[in-house]
């Protein structure tokens, strides 16, 4: 069992930083995929950042390329999103989850851990 436990939400204004962590308990940390996924309200979960095991892989959404980064760090079972330059359309609920499984997969299904989720405001 992998507990997911998400920080660092909060209310910024645009073109500014965030920076979301991810502490999971259980001992899968370091052999699972991890993603952070995005829903506003009215709309679908989506897939905002993901990163294998090893850190190696990463994919990012269009719409955050070259704004966010996704990191890891076994060591202390922790999994990073920094945004930058944030959009109001960035505004949503952000989760964490897991894929025991340890493939990099962009379908929220596939992931069968989740965090409680962190509210992400970017007021425009």
């Known amino acids: 069992q992998v507990q997911l436990v998400e920080s660092g939400g909060g209310l910024v204004q645009a073109g500014g930083s965030l920076r979301l962590s991810c502490v999971a308990s259980g001992r899968t940390f370091s052999t699972a995929s991890m993603a952070w996924f995005r829903q506003a309200p009215g709309k679908e979960r989506e897939v905002a950042a993901a990163?294998?095991?090893?850190?190696?892989?990463?994919y990012y959404a269009d719409s955050v390329k070259g704004r966010f980064t996704i990191s890891r760090d076994n060591a202390k079972n922790t999994v990073y999103l920094q945004m930058n330059s944030l959009k109001p359309e960035d505004t949503a609920v952000y989760f964490c989850?897991?894929?025991?499984?340890?493939?990099?997969?962009?379908?929220?299904?596939?992931?069968?851990?989740w965090g409680q989720g962190t509210q992400v405001t970017v007021s425009s």
């Open positions: 989850a897991a894929d025991s499984q340890g493939s990099l997969v962009m379908r929220a299904p596939a992931y069968e851990y």
């Open positions: 990163i294998n095991r090893s850190g190696g892989r990463i």
